[in-house]
């Protein structure tokens, strides 16, 4: 029998060195083939969880998911976030340990994108490679027990300027009263809260009353805005109004007046036009807050970006002596329209308190111009090559045209003087002659080389210039050769003709500064040379004509009018001084002789040398 052959015991140690050397062989080539990039990736699928606002898949892929998820979902509300992407960027193995770098890009409301990076800590586990969890996983600014919340920073409210430098519309507060109709019928009686309320309100309101508020409250569900009042009323009343059932107060911010004596109508208008672009572009910030909520750091800040201010062509000093100047006439309608010739910014459109009750009458009340009228007159005939200003002219008492009588004021008569005389005297006899001869056209060709036909379409403002139509019919056509008949005009209208003298050319008015005027309508011209035969014309009335009570305000040039209408007749003052065009109208005023000391108050009122 063969006896098998026993392995000696050196066999026996080499072949376990060798089992031994394979096993740990094999252990070293699967420590080698674990992929390097495996935190790189199980961070990836923890971003991209986050992003989607998975979060609790995200919480899964850390090492505590209770903690993660209410971290995540903190951060989620506290951003307001809309979106959030990330992207790894590099990551280091030690051992066990790892750490990747990642870029986050959240998207906050109104679409900023907040970007920044943080160093994510990961764990080789059991079951792969995990985030270790902790609150600098998600910014490294953010520690244990805080939060974080992105906040809007507003921008400051642009103000609105005048042309002098001081602001006519700020930021302020107002103060919605509310009154909700079925509150105050559980506590008692609607009419009677309403009764109450109004007797509040209507000092501030005076279109308020008892039976308005309850009709309007009633007609709606909830509160009902029944007066908007300046945080400084409100607080003289608070009280009062919240012992009342069923009213309640809320502040707001508002575009709020500097002096609301300064030319409230236009300044309301310009208001509502620019209102909504004040606002600027808001800032925001991302901060950590501690467990009181207050801010602990502000991790990244965009300041806001204010918008520019607002100018308009009203000019202080122009504006507030043009309103002293109409507002000493209490009864009848009184207005004052300035404008700069060499800009066409409108520097003053006053109104007394009898005209504003009516609406605004000094850019959109058409009346007849009356005499002011003869600067187109004249100039129509200068176009004509008609007469000069010294060509001699009748001025009779009284002249006879087709079927219609013209006789001058109180019927006086010159006799045969040259034109600038009868310009200066203001004979209507002259001008209706004149204009019978001219062609049907001619009137109406000048008034719209001088402003006064095309439309205005002015920013901020309602506008109208005017109308002159062509007159084939003689009467017609001699009535509007002295500003009656057909003819109309605004305030603005007979100051853009004005201005149209001094300058050259008619400008185009303007409230809101950069903010273009569209003209549509016809468009005309003078023939060279025209204007510069007017100006002496209009100096002369001055000088020693019909508005020499004017000429201790300066080298004033203009042309009084009056236009007979039924009950009486309209004052009309309309000219220029240096850089500063006007025209005044007393709604049956009378004389023009009033336009005339009207004016006189406002130049008066102006600071020495103004537009000179």
């Not at 505590?64 to 951003?79: E, F, I, K, Q």
């Not at 990642?102 to 109104?110: G, R």
């Not at 009864?331 to 009516?358: D, F, H, W, Y």
């Not at 130049?603 to 020495?608: D, S």
Request: proline fraction near 6%; charge should be negative; glycine fraction near 10%.
């Amino acid at each position: 029998m063969t006896v098998p052959h026993r392995p000696s015991r050196r066999t026996l140690l080499r072949s376990a060195i060798t089992v031994v050397s394979v096993a740990v062989l094999t252990v070293t080539v699967v420590s080698c083939s674990e992929p390097d990039d495996g935190p790189r990736a199980a961070a990836g699928a923890f971003l991209a969880d986050v992003g989607a606002r998975h979060t609790d898949r995200a919480s899964a892929d850390t090492d505590d998911p209770t903690s993660a998820r209410t971290a995540l979902d903190m951060v989620w509300n506290g951003l307001q976030a809309t979106a959030m992407t990330a992207d790894t960027t590099a990551s280091k193995i030690t051992g066990d340990t790892a750490s990747v770098t990642a870029t986050y890009h959240w998207t906050l409301p109104s679409k900023q994108v907040w970007t920044y990076q943080a160093t994510l800590a990961m764990a080789r586990t059991d079951s792969g490679w995990k985030v270790r969890w902790s609150n600098a996983d998600i910014h490294p600014g953010l520690g244990s027990g805080q939060q974080i919340a992105a906040q809007t920073l507003d921008a400051p409210m642009a103000t609105v300027n005048e042309t002098d430098g001081t602001e006519i519309l700020r930021q302020g507060e107002v103060v919605a009263v509310r009154f909700d109709a079925s509150v105050a019928a559980q506590r008692g009686s609607v009419g009677d809260a309403a009764t109450t309320l109004a007797e509040l309100l209507t000092r501030y309101d005076p279109t308020l009353s008892a039976q308005k508020i309850a009709e309007e409250s009633t007609a709606q569900q909830g509160p009902h805005v029944v007066a908007t009042l300046q945080s400084g009323d409100y607080d003289k009343i608070s009280d009062q109004l919240a012992a009342v059932a069923g009213v309640d107060a809320r502040r707001q911010g508002d575009l709020l007046p500097t002096d609301p004596t300064f030319a409230p109508e236009v300044v309301g208008q310009v208001k509502s036009v620019v209102a909504g672009e004040l606002g600027g572009t808001p800032g925001w910030r991302v901060v950590t807050l501690g467990v009181n909520g207050q801010v602990s750091d502000v991790l990244a800040q965009t300041d806001p970006r204010p918008a520019p201010a607002v100018t308009v062509g009203l000019s202080r000093q122009v504006q507030n002596a043009a309103q002293r100047a109409v507002d000493v006439q209490k009864k009848l309608q009184t207005m004052m329209v300035v404008i700069q010739p060499s800009t066409g910014r409108l520097l003053a459109i006053a109104q007394n308190e009898a005209a504003t009750k009516a609406g605004p009458l000094a850019t959109m009340g058409l009346y007849p111009p009356g005499s002011t009228f003869k600067m187109v007159t004249s100039a129509a005939a200068f176009n004509a090559k008609m007469v000069t200003p010294q060509t001699t002219v009748g001025c009779p008492g009284e002249v006879t045209i087709g079927q219609r009588s013209v006789p001058n004021y109180d019927g006086f008569a010159l006799g045969d003087v040259p034109l600038q005389t009868a310009f200066a005297r203001s004979c209507n006899t002259t001008f209706a002659k004149l204009a019978s001869e001219m062609g049907p056209s001619d009137l109406a060709h000048a008034a719209t080389a001088m402003g006064v036909g095309p439309g205005y379409a002015i920013p901020g403002m309602p506008a109208q210039s005017g109308s002159v139509p062509i007159a084939p019919e003689l009467v017609s056509r001699t009535e509007d050769g002295f500003g009656q008949g057909k003819v109309v005009a605004t305030p603005l209208g007979m100051a853009l003709v004005a201005a149209t003298v001094q300058h050259g050319t008619t400008p185009v008015p303007q409230l809101i500064l950069n903010r273009r005027t569209e003209v549509t309508g016809p468009r005309a011209a003078l023939a060279p040379g025209v204007l510069d035969q007017l100006r002496p014309m209009m100096r002369q009335v001055v000088v020693d004509g019909t508005a020499d009570r004017i000429s201790d305000q300066g080298e004033v040039y203009g042309k009084t009018g009056e236009a007979e209408v039924p009950g009486g007749s309209h004052a009309w003052f309309a000219g220029y001084r240096g850089d500063i065009a006007f025209a005044t109208l007393i709604v049956l005023g009378g004389s023009s002789d009033y336009a005339v000391g009207v004016t006189r108050d406002f130049f008066a009122g102006l600071p020495e040398g103004y537009g000179q």
